[in-house]
């Protein structure tokens, strides 16, 4: 699932279609063909559009629904920053915290957070009780068949937090089963761990701030988290903990919304778009990993 070494912002990826070259009566056929598809196209679009304004329906379902009730709703998970953690005043902050804040101001609307476990997220994003899910969350397939994800905003991976005396050197050490080892309960660390170490039970925590807790209490020889937060994790444990620079996974954060909300994914992809290009999210992220390594 998350976190920072290798932490890059992503660029929105772009589709490009090529096609392979044919001869001169090829290439006319394709062109006339191709101009008789976009005059189809745009018949059907026309007529989409007459059918929608005949029968009074919006094209915008969930933006008007949200604006109607006031309110736009973020659900997280915190203990995982700089994405999401308790700030000083007790309350979730965090890059994923503000990016729904800058989606609330484009809606014009209240914004209100709900802090739950990870495990609870797309259960309760499925049955209505939020709009959006900002969790540093991995795009997966899996993931992908029960909601529907915006554009990356950013890249991370899997790596080892280990205690700063260890002598492990890489994640393949953990495959003897000899190592205890500690994930983020039903993220991509924990699946990993499992799937390809093959450690049936690792021992789980609701988040990483207490996988490293419990790292630092001699409790585990290795944790395997995101290498965002585990890399302002260890801040606050200053010659008690490290993290190897072996990055054993590659991963897409991406903010989760229900399926069949085609125009809020619209919406919130033009947001984080406009946001990476003026850098606002880039400067979230500096802050974030100053604050949320205070202390």
């Known amino acids: 699932m998350k976190k920072l070494i290798a932490f890059a912002l992503a660029s929105i990826l772009t589709l490009g279609l090529t096609a392979c070259g044919g001869g ?17 196209t745009a018949a059907s679009a026309a007529d989409s559009t007459d059918a929608s304004a005949t029968s009074g329906e919006s094209a915008t379902p969930t933006l008007d629904a949200i604006k109607e009730k006031g309110t736009f709703t973020l659900m997280t998970a915190t203990g995982f920053p700089p994405f999401e953690y308790l700030g000083a005043d007790g309350q979730p902050a965090g890059v994923d915290i503000d990016v729904g804040q800058l989606v609330a101001d484009e809606l014009g609307v209240e914004y209100e957070v709900l802090d739950m476990d990870f495990g609870l997220l797309i259960e309760a994003l499925k049955s209505g009780k939020g709009d959006m899910i900002g969790a540093g969350m991995t795009v997966t397939d899996e993931r992908a068949q029960q909601v529907d994800f915006t554009v990356t905003y950013a890249t991370a991976g899997q790596v080892l937090l280990l ?51 419990a790292l630092a209490a001699g409790k585990a020889d290795a944790a395997v988290i995101d ?22 996974t590659e991963e897409n954060y991406a903010l989760a919304i229900a399926k069949g909300q085609e125009d809020l994914v619209e919406f919130v992809n033009q947001v984080i778009e406009k946001n990476i290009e003026n850098g606002t999210i880039d400067k979230l992220l500096e802050e974030h990993t100053a604050l949320s390594s205070e202390g």
């Open 163 to 213: 205690p700063a005396d260890s002598t492990i050197t890489s994640a393949e050490e953990l495959k003897s089963g000899d190592c205890t080892v500690t994930v983020q309960a039903n993220t991509t660390g924990d699946i990993y761990v499992q799937d390809t170490l093959g450690i049936s039970s690792p021992l789980q925590f609701k988040n990483a701030v207490e996988c490293a807790a």
């Open 24 to 40: 001169a009566s090829s290439t006319g056929s394709s062109a006339a063909a191709s101009t008789a598809a976009s005059a189809s």
């Open 227 to 248: 290498s965002v937060a585990a890399n302002t994790i260890v801040k606050n444990y200053e010659g008690e903990l490290k993290v190897l620079d072996e990055m054993v």
